[in-house]
Every structure is written in structure tokens, then in C-alpha cells.
């Protein structure tokens, strides 16, 4: 083996279940690649959900208060 793990045994890496790099002498399994497209894309996603609720709690809260206006109007006209 070379580099970091050059000196190590199964035995000092055993029980870390979160370490990967697939060396077959110490057990460890291939590392989950996860790709920079994919890490964009949850992020772009949550975005765009969070800036399309907002834009329809702000659309809901505008004819809300528009309807609300408009009947306190009406009543006022009438007295």
C-alpha cells in the first residue's frame, strides 16, 4: 500500500463506518461520488420552491387585503 493509509491495518480503521476509499486490504468500500450537478440541483430546486411560496403567500395576502378594502368600501357608501 502507499500513500496515507501505507501503515495502517484493518483492525485501525474497523467500526468507522463512514470512511470509503475501496482498499480491498482494509475493508474499505468505494466512496459515494456525488456529483456537482446533483448538489446544484437540490439547491437550485430549493429555491425556486421557497421563491414560489413566497410569491404565493405575497399573491393570496395582495387579494386578500384587496377583498377586504373593497368590502369596507362598499359598506362605507352605503351609510
Do not use: D
Not at 58 to 71: D, G, H, P, Q, V
Amino acid at each position: 500500500m502507499v500513500g496515507v493509509f501505507a501503515n495502517e491495518s484493518a483492525l485501525s480503521v474497523l467500526g468507522n463506518r463512514r470512511l470509503c476509499g475501496a482498499i480491498n486490504e482494509l475493508g474499505l468500500p468505494k466512496c459515494k461520488e456525488t456529483s456537482k450537478f446533483t448538489k446544484k440541483f437540490h439547491l437550485y430546486l430549493i429555491v425556486t420552491l421557497i421563491a414560489c411560496a413566497l410569491f404565493t403567500t405575497t399573491c393570496l395576502a395582495y387579494a386578500w387585503c384587496k377583498k377586504k378594502r373593497k368590502s369596507h368600501l362598499s359598506q362605507s357608501s352605503t351609510s
